[in-house]
């Protein structure tokens, strides 16, 4: 089997032993990259193969003299492109940023740096993270692995597609209302959004602040472990990071069962507009965990049916603050020509944003507007209170949620791209867990009639991502779904 293959607790085995060398796997990516790139179109920018090998070669004579290596060395990681790496161009996914270069880089990548990874590139996204389909990225949508005329979902679509489609063997994403789970259940791999504060934020372009976390894209559920030991930790560069000690998350893996563990299955996420592919395939995973030795029940979280709405109010509204920063002046790209200040704002925000960047602008400003904040921006906020709650109250009686990640199976490319509200919808089941702040993962759950992949979200209590993590890993090793690889070639 070519290493490619491997998920990243097996690349480093096989490195520790000696099997492998870091030049070794080096090649194998770049040359599986070239292959299968031009078809998914995963990368905005790919690291120059030069310069990962020089890094490679140094690693392996370095490792001649060392006896132990770092859980990370010599693993090839690719990185969103809204979070910022030092000296490598960071889009955003955005024409307004095509000529940024960050002198920095995000507190994410230089932990894993300091492990000494590779960075293999930047991966592709919706426009500042606003989308579930990475059809809204200015430098072309990337393409489902598993079947290439459908979305890799979104916004980390490259990063997911990169994953599935072996361009990497791990990857970060970001999610603001669903975009590390979304993209991970359509492409067959797992995703996991950590409790708000858990990772910190510095270096991330900023889309909605009080909804964004960085999280692993990976191969398996032991992976997203292994690399939220590296994310995991208080940060004194980000005013919102936690200062909550992380624990060893691979630990809880070594309990193969969810015995002693409550699930709860609510109720709301089983309703009207669920799609009986996906609704089959969570309820088989619910009877695979009570195998396992879980109790489960229903239970409810009544103001999921708000959920959307609360968060395109939250959302959009942060995102007109935040966004204000791209001016022409600052960063990047500025529009040419333009008479005095005033047009050449106009002129750059104009040309350097897309529609759905722009439509958000909008929403978001009218939102925050004073005749209509208190319509819609604090109600907004009051109804984000009571969703929390929701999760609060849910979290007495059980100790993770098992879920469906999306409504629909994955969809085809092209078929919500002009419909902005069809394409909200399908953040049904990932928003809430953002505006509670609680943790959540995807994983593989089975497959759709077309063959495409479909995923389960589990949702845990704040700062418990470790039992979430256990009772994944508990559900991958009972089944075979994550055996299963796209045949892209
Ligand atoms: N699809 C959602 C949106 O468009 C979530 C995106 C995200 O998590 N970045 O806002």
């Given at each position: 089997m070519s290493l490619v293959k491997w998920t990243l607790h097996e690349l480093q085995e096989r490195l520790t032993r000696g099997d492998v060398s870091a030049t070794e796997i080096v090649r194998a990516y770049f040359l599986r990259i070239g292959v299968v790139e031009p078809k998914v179109n995963a990368y905005?920018?790919?690291?120059?193969?030069?310069?990962?090998?020089?890094?490679?070669?140094?690693?392996?004579?370095?490792?001649?003299?060392?006896?132990?290596?770092?859980?990370?060395?010599?693993?090839?990681?690719?990185?969103?492109?809204?979070?910022?790496t030092e000296g490598v161009p960071t889009t955003g996914g955005s024409r307004i940023l095509k000529d940024f270069t960050p002198p920095y880089n995000a507190t994410v990548v230089d932990e894993l740096r300091a492990q000494r990874c590779f960075l293999m590139g930047k991966t592709n996204l919706d426009e500042f993270g606003m989308g579930s389909s990475t059809e809204h990225s200015a430098f072309g949508p990337s393409r489902n692995p598993w079947k290439l005329d459908y979305v890799p979902g979104g916004?980390?679509?490259?990063?997911?597609?990169?994953?599935?489609?072996?361009?990497?063997?791990?990857?970060?994403?970001?999610?603001?209302?669903?975009?590390?789970?979304?993209?991970?259940?359509?492409?067959?791999?797992?995703?996991?959004?950590?409790?708000?504060?858990?990772?910190?934020?510095?270096?991330?372009?900023?889309?909605?602040?009080?909804?964004?976390?960085?999280?692993?894209?990976?191969?398996?559920?032991?992976?997203?472990?292994?690399?939220?030991n590296v994310l995991a930790g208080h940060d004194p560069k980000d005013a919102t990071s936690a200062d909550v000690p992380a624990p060893d998350f691979t630990r809880s893996l070594k309990k193969k069962d969810v015995k002693h563990l409550k699930l709860g299955v609510p109720r709301e996420f089983f309703e009207e507009g669920l799609d009986p592919e996906v609704r089959d395939a969570v309820h088989a995973a619910v009877s695979v965990l009570e195998d396992l030795g879980g109790t489960t029940r229903e239970v409810s979280?009544?103001?999921?049916?708000?959920?959307?709405?609360?968060?395109?109010?939250?959302?959009?509204?942060?995102?007109?603050?935040?966004?204000?920063?791209?001016?022409?002046?600052?960063?990047?790209?500025?529009?040419?020509?333009?008479?005095?200040?005033?047009?050449?704002?106009?002129?750059?925000?104009?040309?350097?944003?897309?529609?759905?960047?722009?439509?958000?602008?909008?929403?978001?400003?009218?939102?925050?507007?004073?005749?209509?904040?208190?319509?819609?921006?604090?109600?907004?906020?009051?109804?984000?209170?009571?969703?929390?709650?929701?999760?609060?109250?849910?979290?007495?009686?059980?100790?993770?949620?098992?879920?469906?990640?999306?409504?629909?199976?994955?969809?085809?490319?092209?078929?919500?791209?002009?419909?902005?509200?069809?394409?909200?919808?399908?953040?049904?089941y990932t928003v809430s867990a953002s505006l509670a702040g609680v943790p959540a993962m995807s994983l593989p759950c089975g497959f759709s009639h077309r063959g495409l992949p479909i995923g389960m979200q589990l949702v845990g209590r704040p700062f418990e991502e470790d039992v979430m993590l256990r009772v994944g890993r508990a559900y991958e090793l009972a089944t075979d779904w994550r055996k299963q690889r796209p045949l892209i070639r």
């Open positions: 905005i920018t790919l690291n120059e193969q030069e310069v990962v090998l020089s890094e490679a070669g140094a690693l392996d004579d370095a490792m001649k003299t060392w006896r132990k290596t770092m859980p990370m060395m010599a693993m090839p990681i690719a990185v969103k492109d809204n979070l910022c916004s980390s679509g490259g990063s997911a597609a990169a994953v599935a489609a072996d361009e990497c063997v791990a990857a970060l994403g970001t999610d603001t209302g669903g975009s590390i789970r979304q993209p991970a259940a359509c492409c067959g791999v797992v995703g996991l959004k950590p409790t708000y504060g858990r990772v910190s934020r510095y270096g991330l372009l900023a889309f909605a602040s009080s909804l964004d976390q960085i999280g692993p894209i990976t191969k398996d559920v032991r992976d997203a472990a292994l690399m939220m979280l009544p103001h999921t049916g708000v959920a959307v709405a609360t968060y395109y109010l939250v959302a959009t509204a942060e995102a007109s603050a935040n966004l204000a920063r791209y001016d022409g002046v600052k960063y990047g790209f500025r529009a040419r020509p333009y008479a005095d200040l005033a047009d050449m704002y106009r002129a750059t925000r104009q040309e350097g944003f897309g529609p759905e960047v722009k439509r958000r602008i909008m929403l978001g400003t009218y939102a925050l507007s004073s005749g209509y904040y208190d319509a819609y921006y604090a109600k907004a906020q009051a109804v984000r209170t009571l969703i929390r709650r929701d999760f609060d109250r849910a979290f007495q009686d059980v100790d993770v949620l098992v879920t469906p990640v999306m409504p629909t199976t994955v969809f085809r490319l092209g078929d919500r791209a002009d419909d902005p509200l069809q394409m909200y919808l399908s953040d049904l």
